[in-house]
């Protein structure tokens, strides 16, 4: 095991994800932030074996939507899923089995996806990625306070794993920085991939 002052210690166990499920709801706010951390939570998932298949992404506008939205997949709120990641997401190569839901906005580049249905199987874990970055008026503050605290509402009521994935940053550095944009930066969303499979496994065996 490799010990760590600051950041995530390497676990002494590879967790398996080949039998998981896991979901990830994004907020659209700072996209090049959002999309640069949410690669890295699908490619450490992948890494640890979660099938494509068995990943499923959901957007929604700001990090204020992402309790609701995590409550809601939980809930197997969502029945749809487009089949046709690739397009949807543009240069990100996220494969062809993981799927996205959402209706593309009018307009949008690329064919229309086909729209499956998803078999409504629990999520073992669920990944909120947000990025806020903080302006000039108190409105940070507020939206940091109220989504760290319904996440973790959200995971508790639902007891499934929901991976705080939300970057506070007081700067644009900061937030470049996190999702490993700047040169010496580490991208967080990797962590939160390793964090979902973990804590996915760990469900599992105290259900
Ligand atoms: C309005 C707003 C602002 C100013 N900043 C951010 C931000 O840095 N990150 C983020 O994820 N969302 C932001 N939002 C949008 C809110 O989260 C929310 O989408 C709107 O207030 C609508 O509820």
């Known amino acids: 095991m490799s010990h760590t002052i600051k950041g995530l210690a390497e676990s002494a166990v590879q967790y ?5 499920r896991v979901a990830i709801v994004h907020a659209r706010w700072n996209a090049t932030v959002i999309d640069a951390l949410l690669a890295g939570a699908i490619a450490k998932l992948k890494e ?20 609701l939205a995590c409550s809601r997949v939980i809930a197997g709120a969502h029945v749809q899923a487009n089949s046709n990641v690739t397009d949807l997401l543009g240069g990100l190569s996220f494969g062809s089995g993981a799927s996205r839901t959402g209706t593309p906005a009018p307009g949008a580049q690329g064919s229309a996806p086909a729209v499956v249905t998803m078999p409504n199987e629990p999520f073992d874990a669920v990944i909120a990625i947000g990025v806020l970055i903080k302006g000039s008026t ?19 009521d639902a007891g499934v794993p929901v991976i705080f994935g939300v970057l506070t940053a007081l700067t644009d550095e900061q937030a470049l920085d996190r999702a490993g944009l700047t040169p010496t930066g580490h991208n967080h969303g990797e962590d939160w991939g390793l964090a979902a499979v973990e804590m996915g496994s760990h469900v599992r065996r105290w259900r």
Do not use: T, W
């Open 138 to 156: 108190m409105h940070f503050e507020y939206i940091c306070d109220a989504v760290s605290h319904a996440l973790m509402k959200v995971q508790l």
């Open 16 to 20: 398996d994800g080949s039998a998981l």
């Open 48 to 67: 640890r074996g979660v099938k494509e298949s068995n990943i499923v992404v959901q957007s929604v506008p700001g990090s204020f939507e992402l309790p």
